[in-house]
């Protein structure tokens, strides 16, 4: 019995000693993973912060490639815009000559006007690109590639208590190594652990790995999912998933927003450049030959430059196909022999033929030339060798670019997938530590991929960069047809007797062209050229014989020329003359005698209106109107003449205009306008308020005008010069003729209630002093202080006279005039010398 004892006692010693041993080794296992855990943790996150400071990194060198290529850009279309504008302002051609011919501008100024919209284009796409880039990679930066920094509640999780190995199963605490397993490989259990292991065979059975694995090492990779995913998140969508870093893919996901401008950039840089030597050099084709005359240095000039566009086109362009674009350049040949044959010193009808052709072929290649450059610059739809290659410029294979400027775009996006040897961390913590849907499928055809690419970029799959490029393009060409079809005209129209569309150089542009009037009397004879004059040339005593034969001879033409009407008004003047001819033959002098112009070019005497102006009325304005003409002073007062009263040729007494009042108009200010119309009277003050009176005319003495709504008529402060007004419809029309201006400026209101708009300006001599409108409001009439008026005809500025200035009346000045219903003027004559003189109206 005692030896049962002593068994059992020492079967139980070992039982317990082996427990306590498998205990500790179970235990010791426990402390060991988790101390490589934590560690473990906290390693991963380091590497991966560094690995994200080498991301932040990526993210600035890429956008600061693209933002130092567009400042470059920027800098060399500046000077570019300096050169040109040089060019064309101080430097033009025809501003210190007469101008080369109108086909050689046209060759200059498309080429500048090209320079100048693509040297515009250039500064705003790359101002573009450069601020879109620099924006993507602040907003990328500040939201998007951050450094995964973990939270204490996140390192607390990690972190495991000795004690928690009390929380582990019986099985797992007492687990006999080499012998038990820790799970079974079940369906039902959580397995796939540590598969990744290279181990040999033998000792791969003694591992732990895919099921056999402790039930704490479980827990903590399921805790790790759920808890550190917060720290490595992902903002990218699935479409941009692949197999490069995520900061990659989304950059080049959003670099597909700007790259189509820099792209386009640079080849508004390269187009301008070419249209800038192309017109720099039809500048010199002209100076050289119209002001300097050096014929062989011109050619000089049209080498290098010839050469130099060559030079471009080869280190800019790789073409696919037969090398058309070269042919631009050739244009500065064909143009400098055709302006050659144009200064040539000897005319020939042959020559002047092969100089057309010249000028038609530079046009047709200048046509052919802007039409391969729209080719080259469209986007291909192959993608070119380069791209996709380590080393140099670098885009994916789906963006469409034109592939002939593949040398000269260096556009650089980020990689699509990792090269070999190289890690990234961030996205292996990523992975291992969330639980994330798989990656959608890549488009499984470059087509796909390509419209999934260009789905944003606009119309057809086309960015707005080569939108814009192209319709400069199709401008130019557009440019260069309409200078071929105008040549055409020139040529057409040379040598006929059609005139010109233009006038002459020198001519006023509202004048005939004079070498389309008949000649001269005396055309035939010979001009003297040199110093010295009639007086003290060789020709002196010559030409006082031959005016005076000239005139013999052609008198007799001229007075038959001349209408019976002219005839008689030569004869009247000539038969008021003739009684001062005695007087001077008795006096011997002219002394007494009126001015000789006053007897040629004054009109016949005006006949006086027998008016009784009511008592102290000053009449500064006449306004006509269907049943009268209105006599206005400048405070409100008026007299109303009927036309019963002035279309009578003699009256017997004097008629007593009628009296009236403009009720509420003096405190709008001083009346200096009026018309008179079917609506009413409308009046203008000194302030540009303008008043409408309604009605046939006053009632009981009292005539009721109110402002009209809208602006007042901009006259500025003080104003002291002429106003006319007058309405068609709706609209009103002003006519201002500002003191010591030689022009009418007009304005107009088309809607009520708004503001009055400068419509014209029109040529007027100072000494106009008032004006008014027709009734129908086409016609303005201009009248001087001496009675003298003018009709201008507002449809296309033609200026006539309608009434001569008055003869008889030296004292007096014409204030104003209006236009009768009968046909006939009324003018309103005061006192110019201060006397007391009652005013007169004057009809005829």
């Given at each position: 019995m005692a030896g049962l004892?002593?068994?059992?006692?020492?079967?139980?010693?070992?039982a317990g000693g082996v427990g306590m041993g498998l205990f500790s080794y179970n235990r010791g296992n426990y402390m060991f993973d988790q101390k490589n855990h934590y560690s473990r943790f906290t390693a991963g996150l380091n590497m991966a912060i560094a690995q994200t400071g080498l991301y932040k990194q990526d993210i600035e060198q890429l956008t600061e490639l693209t933002v130092s290529r567009q400042d470059c850009y920027h800098g060399i279309a500046a000077m570019g815009l300096t050169i040109l504008t040089a060019i064309y302002c101080p430097g033009r051609l025809g501003l210190h000559t007469s101008p080369p011919p109108g086909w050689l501008m046209g060759l200059e100024f498309v080429n500048i006007a090209g320079c100048y919209m693509f040297l515009g284009l250039a500064l705003w796409l790359a101002m573009h690109a450069s601020m879109r880039a620099d924006t993507a990679s602040t907003h990328m930066l500040t939201r998007f590639v951050r450094l995964p920094i973990p939270s204490q509640g996140m390192l607390d999780t990690a972190r495991k208590f000795l004690s928690s190995f009390e929380e582990q199963p019986m099985k797992e605490v007492l687990r006999v190594p080499?012998?038990?397993?820790?799970?079974?490989?079940?369906?039902?259990?959580?397995?796939?652990?540590?598969?990744?292991?290279?181990?040999?065979?033998?000792?791969?059975?003694?591992?732990?790995?895919?099921?056999?694995?402790?039930?704490?090492?479980?827990?903590?990779?399921?805790i790790d999912n759920r808890s550190t995913s917060e720290t490595i998140g992902s903002m990218m969508p699935l479409d941009a998933k692949g197999e490069s870093p995520e900061h990659f893919q989304a950059y080049r996901e959003i670099q597909m927003e700007w790259f189509p401008y820099d792209v386009y950039s640079r080849l508004s840089i390269f187009l301008a450049f070419m249209h800038l030597v192309h017109c720099w050099t039809y500048l010199q084709i002209g100076h050289q030959l119209q002001e300097t005359r050096a014929l062989f240095a011109c050619a000089i000039v049209v080498l290098p430059m010839f050469v130099l566009q060559q030079v471009i086109l080869t280190l800019d362009i790789v073409p696919s196909s037969f090398p058309i674009h070269r042919l631009g350049p050739c244009a500065l040949w064909t143009a400098y022999i055709a302006a050659v044959i144009e200064y040539k010193r000897?005319?020939?009808?042959?020559?002047?033929?092969?100089?057309?052709?010249?000028?038609?072929?530079?046009?047709?290649?200048?046509?052919?030339?802007?039409l391969s450059l729209l080719r080259l610059c469209r986007p291909s739809d192959e993608a070119p060798a380069v791209a996709e290659t380590p080393g140099a410029s670098w885009w994916p294979g789906e963006w469409r670019l034109p592939s002939a400027f593949q040398h000269a775009i260096w556009l650089v996006a980020p990689p699509k997938k990792i090269e070999e040897g190289q890690v990234d961390i961030v996205g292996e913590l990523r992975a291992a530590q969330r639980d994330a849907p798989s990656p959608r499928a890549a488009p499984a055809t470059d087509a796909e991929r390509r419209a999934d690419v260009h789905r944003a970029l606009g119309m057809q799959g086309e960015s707005p960069a080569w939108v814009n490029?192209?319709?400069?393009?199709?401008?130019?060409?557009?440019?260069?047809?309409?200078?071929?079809?105008?040549?055409?005209?020139?040529v057409l129209n040379q040598g006929t007797a059609h005139p010109s569309l233009l006038s002459a150089p020198g001519v006023p542009n509202h004048a005939r062209d004079p070498r389309y009037r008949p000649a001269k009397i005396g055309a035939h004879e010979v001009t003297e050229v040199g110093t010295g004059g009639v007086e003290a040339g060789?020709?002196?005593?010559?030409?006082?014989?031959?005016?005076?034969?000239?005139?013999?001879?052609?008198?007799?033409?001229?007075?038959?020329?001349m209408g019976p009407t002219m005839r008689q008004a030569i004869a009247e003047k000539v038969r008021e003359v003739l009684p001062y001819l005695h007087q001077v033959q008795r006096n011997g002098g002219l002394a007494g005698l009126p001015q000789v112009e006053d007897l040629l070019l004054a009109g016949p005497t005006a006949r006086t209106a027998l008016v009784r102006w009511p008592a102290l009325f000053e009449p500064q304005m006449l306004a006509c109107g269907p049943h009268g003409a209105a006599a206005l002073s400048r405070?409100?007062?008026?007299?109303?003449?009927?036309?019963?009263?002035?279309?009578?040729?003699?009256?017997?007494?004097?008629?007593?205009?009628?009296?009236?009042?403009?009720?509420?108009?003096?405190?709008?200010?001083p009346l200096i306008a009026s018309s008179w119309d079917d609506h009413g009277l409308l009046l203008v003050t000194k302030q540009g308020a303008v008043l409408h009176c309604p009605g046939g005319g006053p009632v009981a003495g009292r005539w009721k005008c109110e402002p009209m709504a809208g602006a007042r008529l901009p006259l500025g402060r003080d104003f002291s010069g002429s106003v006319a007004v007058t309405r068609s419809g709706g609209a009103l029309r002003a006519a201002v003729l500002f003191p010591g201006d030689g022009s009418i400026s007009l304005f107009a209101r088309t809607v009520a209630a708004s503001s009055w708009l400068p419509s014209g300006e029109v040529r007027a001599s100072l000494a106009h002093k008032s004006a008014s409108f027709s009734a129908d409001g086409e016609v303005l009439v201009l009248t001087t202080a001496d009675g003298a008026v003018s009709h201008l005809r507002m449809r296309d500025g033609a200026m006539s006279t309608a009434a001569p200035r008055l003869a008889g009346f030296k004292d007096y000045e014409v204030s104003s005039a209006c236009g009768l219903p009968a046909g006939s003027l009324a003018r309103l004559a005061l006192s110019s010398n201060g006397a007391n003189q009652e005013p007169k109206l004057l009809l005829g």
């Open positions: 004892e002593v068994g059992a006692a020492a079967a139980a010693a070992t080499f012998i038990m397993s820790h799970q079974a490989a079940d369906p039902k259990n959580e397995g796939g652990f540590n598969e990744g292991m290279s181990i040999d065979d033998a000792a791969k059975r003694r591992s732990r790995h895919d099921y056999d694995v402790p039930a704490w090492y479980r827990k903590e990779k399921d000897w005319y020939t009808p042959e020559a002047q033929v092969v100089g057309f052709v010249l000028v038609y072929v530079s046009y047709a290649i200048h046509i052919i030339y802007t490029v192209k319709i400069g393009l199709i401008v130019c060409t557009v440019a260069w047809i309409w200078l071929t079809v105008g040549f055409t005209i020139e060789p020709a002196k005593g010559v030409h006082s014989g031959a005016v005076e034969r000239r005139l013999h001879e052609a008198s007799g033409d001229v007075i038959a020329s405070h409100g007062r008026g007299a109303l003449m009927h036309h019963r009263h002035l279309e009578t040729e003699e009256l017997a007494e004097h008629h007593e205009a009628a009296p009236f009042a403009l009720e509420g108009a003096i405190r709008h200010g």
